[in-house]
């Protein structure tokens, strides 16, 4: 990071950087859309793609139905108490098989998007890919850690560092503050590019998986705060990412709900545009849906059990209602004369620079103060290595999520 600046009160808990203060203007203001090169991928400039309206229209409202504030999938799968368990889930499609008459509309969505993924990726197609889902109030809340997507299974079990060929948002609402995509790597330099991507409903945002990532603060819509520290929170690779769902250095894996910002579900299922469990309506609400595509098949690299990374999306029974609402509706047969849906037109997002600014060291020496735990977002950095030290902290070989999940295990 370069850069300098003053930092006030921030240096008082030892922070060296920050991120700088037009990374912060660029939360509150939508960038410019800018058309990506003819043929650009992965080993051109941009890491970042955005494709408007790729989901169809009724695909989104059922999901957005199903994940409403007091659908019953937040309360059944745990997702508020996930971090304090230290528990992640996401769920796990084969792209490498045929698709089956009976898959749910997540995985056929994800099936439909996997080329739009593969265009970022060249001449890679993804073989498998896994998903989870995060609820947040609008406007109210401190944002989503940043950090890497790994496939945390694999890092739990012997250590491998697997980042997904491609992470991804599906947005299912408009509200909501901006994802921050960092051009920085695992153990790499200090980026010098970040892009920043709105909420747009039905919109589709692809970057490089092994990129910095999270969800950066935007203009405060009023309001009381959102998800302040609970009693639970999720994290890493399903509930709000990881550290976003994922894991990450960021600080979490992907399946936590985000400490600092997480959805207060009440029981019952609500429809879209109810007053939900949490007292919030869809349109209060950012819900996203986020999909990590991966060049291989992933599942066999760690032991798997139920409710956690990559699982199979349970049958429906009493206790696990909420697949029932993912069914496809059914449909008429199809006629030689039915549309067919051009695909999206992609655009990406303009760069912000500089993205790190250097903080004055604190005066005098005295001991800095110690930040709460719920807002280790790493928009402010005691040293540059602070997300891949979390990483290792928490998912490594022997970190405190690796040792819950095996304790677990044995119970």
């Not at 890497?148 to 947005?171: R, T």
């Not at 892009?195 to 009381?224: E, I, W």
């Amino acid at each position: 990071p370069r850069g300098g600046g003053g930092g006030g009160g921030i240096r008082s808990f030892g922070f060296r950087w920050r991120l700088s203060p037009c990374v912060w203007r660029a939360a509150r203001v939508p960038a410019r859309k800018v058309p990506p090169p003819a043929g650009s991928g992965l080993r051109d400039g941009c890491p970042v793609r955005v494709y408007p309206d790729a989901v169809p229209r009724e695909t989104c409202e059922q999901l957005r139905r199903a994940f409403a504030p007091g659908a019953a999938y937040w309360s059944e799968t745990r997702y508020a108490s996930a971090s304090a368990e230290k528990r992640y889930f996401t769920w796990y499609v084969d792209l490498a098989s045929p698709p089956s008459p009976h898959e749910d509309v997540v995985t056929r969505l994800v099936r439909r998007l996997a080329p739009l993924a593969g265009e970022l990726a060249g001449e890679v197609a993804p073989q498998s890919a896994e998903w989870w889902v995060h609820s947040r109030g609008a406007g109210r809340g401190v944002g989503h850690e940043l950090h890497y997507d790994v496939e945390e299974g694999a890092l739990e079990a012997g250590g491998e560092v697997l980042h997904p060929l491609v992470s991804s948002v599906v947005y299912l609402s408009d509200a909501g503050d901006p994802t921050l995509v960092i051009d920085e790597t695992l153990g790499g330099q200090a980026g010098s590019r970040a892009y920043l991507v709105h909420p747009a409903s039905r919109s589709f945002l692809t970057f490089k998986g092994d990129r910095l990532h999270g969800v950066l603060p935007g203009a405060f819509n009023g309001g009381p705060p959102c998800g302040a520290e609970a009693p639970g929170r999720g994290s890493g690779g399903g509930a709000y990412g990881a550290a976003g769902r994922g894991c990450g250095g960021g600080g979490a894996a992907r399946s936590r709900a985000s400490r600092a910002d997480r959805t207060r579900s009440g029981r019952g299922r609500g429809r879209a545009t109810a007053k939900g469990g949490g007292g919030q309506s869809i349109a209060e609400q950012r819900l996203v849906l986020l999909v990590a595509w991966y060049a291989q098949p992933t599942r066999g690299a760690a032991r798997r059990s139920r409710l956690s990374a990559q699982s199979s999306v349970p049958r429906v029974t009493r206790s696990q209602t909420w697949p029932a609402l993912l069914q496809p509706p059914p449909r008429p047969p199809a006629t030689a004369t039915e549309p067919v849906d051009a695909p999206p037109t992609p655009f990406t997002v303009a760069p912000v620079s500089p993205v790190w600014e250097a903080l004055l060291s604190p005066r005098g020496g005295a001991a800095a103060l110690t930040p709460p735990a719920a807002l280790r977002q790493h928009f402010f950095l005691h040293s540059p290595d602070d997300v891949r030290q979390r990483l290792a902290e928490e998912h490594g070989v022997d970190g405190s999520w690796t040792t819950a999940a095996k304790k677990r295990r044995r119970e």
